[in-house]
C-alpha cells in the first residue's frame, strides 16, 4: 500500500471524525460517542464474517476494511456487488495491490449483514455458474 494512499486514508478519516464532532455538538446526546463505539463493535464483527466467507483481511483503525480473496478465486466481487446494488471498491489500481483487494466501508449491523449476504450470493452464483 502506497503512503500517499495511507495519508489520503488518516485525512479523510480526520475530515469524518470532524464532522462527527460538529454533529454531536448540534444534536441530541452524543453523536460521536455513539459512532466510535458503533465502529468499535461493528468493524471486528464485519472482519469476522467476511473471514468466515475465506477473505483475508487486513488490521484497521478506521471505518473501512481492505480484504483479499485468494488467488484462486476468479470472481469480480466488485461487479457482483453492483449488481445486488452494492458498490464496493475494488482496488487493483492502487499501487501494489491486484484484482484480488477489495476495500468495504464499516456501515450499521443491518447494512453489513446485507454486504455479506450479498457477498455469499455472489460465491453460491459463481459456483452455480461454474457448474453448468
Not at 12 to 36: I, K, P, R
Request: proline share 2%; net charge negative.
Amino acid at each position: 500500500m502506497s503512503r500517499a494512499f495511507l495519508a489520503a486514508s488518516e485525512a479523510a478519516f480526520a475530515v469524518l471524525l470532524a464532522a462527527f464532532a460538529v454533529l454531536a455538538d448540534h444534536s441530541e446526546g452524543n453523536l460521536l460517542e455513539w459512532t466510535v463505539k458503533s465502529l468499535q463493535t461493528e468493524r471486528p464483527r464485519l472482519a469476522e464474517k467476511l473471514e468466515e466467507l475465506g477473505f483475508i483481511v487486513y488490521p484497521s483503525q478506521t471505518n473501512y476494511l481492505l480484504f483479499r480473496s485468494p488467488d484462486e478465486d476468479s470472481r469480480d466481487y466488485k461487479q457482483g456487488c453492483l449488481e445486488h446494488g452494492i458498490l464496493i471498491r475494488a482496488c487493483e489500481n492502487f499501487e501494489g495491490l491486484n484484482r484480488h483487494y477489495y476495500r468495504v466501508a464499516v456501515r450499521n449491523r443491518g447494512e453489513n449483514e446485507r454486504l455479506i449476504n450479498i457477498l455469499k450470493e455472489v460465491q453460491s452464483e459463481e459456483k452455480h455458474n461454474v457448474n453448468l
